[in-house]
């Protein structure tokens, strides 16, 4: 075990800025390194483990199919992923089919291709994307992101990707400019800044789209899944989009993406494919989180949490005033703006210190994605080392 940190430095590229902690097991919302120490975990692995750590419904679903089928490919009736797409087009209210993948740039390079196809008879291929906006990592994902330092080194892209520094901009643009088939965005950009759009211009952009017949995208790989309160953030801010784009807590940490559209006729058979995409193991993950968040949400213990949650950040940004500016973002997808780049480098330091796991996002903003299943003692935890973490850094201000 002493030299695992070598190993890793030695065999794995060196892509990430990893930290060498070694946790080795979890319980919901808190995590324990090697040590035994406890730390709270308001990541959840970026937004994965929706059900937190060592969920036991999601452990012996995975088990008992582990024990029976894993895998047997797309081109077999597969029941869990049958079962799955059901309840997430029950569970959503949109009359929708579904592509399953396995991560949020797959999910999303399908919702280009759909779009794309869809666009051919009319020689229409232009998307159009928001200031700061992230879809993923492909050459074409990394293209559709509006943000210069995502374009550097790895030309050429493909080409038909236009970017909007906001809604009403990218209204605009799509009304000058030829050949505009689809505007994608994120209803809330985890990545820049954890923003939420606003919902006056969604609705606006969704009536501008309906009336122009061009697609609304809605990218809620960060934003899905309950995390913003609602099973998808285009449930709560009432839109209907002809795609949705889904990875990260669909699986509660098992990978799995999907690509939900009303354009039901758009993919003929051999468009579009995966291996691996929504296998026994993945959908029978996703079933399970759907079913375990559902009755979460219909208990009312999600609202609930999210609003002691919302109040314990509100309390923090008001107490913290050399520190912070405002707070942001929706239900469990929260940020907190900081004067500064280097002070929320420290807030991240300072707060692992404390065994307190949070993000960074865009914008010098502090990003909070617990799991949804945080409960209120785990949340009075991470609050009080979060403060604890912030008090050393104003006695040093
Ligand atoms: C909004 C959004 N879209 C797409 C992606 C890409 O997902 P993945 O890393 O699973 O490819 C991410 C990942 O952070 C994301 O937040």
Do not use: W
Request: aromatic fraction near 8%; hydrophobic fraction near 40%.
């Amino acid at each position: 075990m002493d030299n695992l940190e070598q190993i890793d430095k030695d065999y794995i590229l060196h892509t990430y800025n990893r930290d060498y902690t070694h946790f080795t097991h979890g319980e919901n919302a808190k995590l324990y390194d090697i040590n035994k120490e406890m730390y709270i975990d308001f990541t959840s692995g970026i937004g994965v483990n929706s059900l937190g750590h060592n969920n036991k419904s999601l452990v012996e679903a995975i088990s008992n199919q582990a024990s029976k089928i894993l895998h047997l490919s797309n081109i077999f009736l597969i029941e869990s992923q049958a079962k799955l797409a059901k309840k997430l087009v029950e569970l959503s209210m949109y009359k929708m089919r579904v592509f399953f993948s396995n991560s949020g740039l797959e999910a999303n390079e399908c919702a280009i291709k759909i779009a794309r196809k869809y666009g051919e008879s009319s020689n229409r291929f232009k998307i159009i994307t928001l200031k700061n906006s992230f879809h993923g990592r492909s050459i074409a994902t990394l293209k559709a992101c509006a943000q210069d330092k995502m374009h550097k080194h790895f030309a050429p892209f493909p080409e038909g990707f236009l970017y909007a520094e906001n809604i009403n901009e990218a209204i605009k643009m799509a009304k000058e400019r030829k050949r505009v088939i689809a505007i994608m965005l994120e209803l809330i950009q985890g990545e820049g800044g954890v923003y939420a759009m606003p919902k006056d211009e969604v609705k606006s952009l969704e009536s501008f789209c309906k009336n122009n017949d061009i697609l609304l995208i809605i990218d809620e790989v960060q934003s899905g899944i309950y995390r913003s309160g609602e099973l998808l953030a285009s449930n709560l801010y009432e839109i209907s989009p002809d795609i949705i784009t889904l990875a990260k807590g669909l699986g509660g940490g098992v990978p799995i993406g999907a690509t939900m559209t009303d354009k039901i006729d758009i993919f003929e058979v051999g468009d579009h494919g995966s291996t691996f995409g929504g296998n026994f193991l993945a959908s029978t993950a996703g079933l399970c989180v759907l079913e375990t968040l559902e009755s979460f949400k219909k208990s009312n213990e999600l609202d609930s949490n999210i609003h002691y949650f919302s109040k314990q950040l509100e309390k923090i940004c008001k107490n913290n005033q050399k520190i912070f500016i405002d707070v942001s973002g929706i239900g469990f997808m929260r940020g907190i703006k900081t004067k500064d780049e280097n002070l929320l480098a420290m807030i991240i330091k300072k707060a692992k210190k404390h065994h307190l796991l949070v993000l960074k996002s865009g914008n010098a903003t502090l990003r909070l994605l617990p799991p949804i299943t945080i409960t209120k003692d785990e949340i009075n935890q991470g609050f009080i080392r979060l403060q604890n973490a912030l008090d050393e850094i104003n006695a040093e201000l």
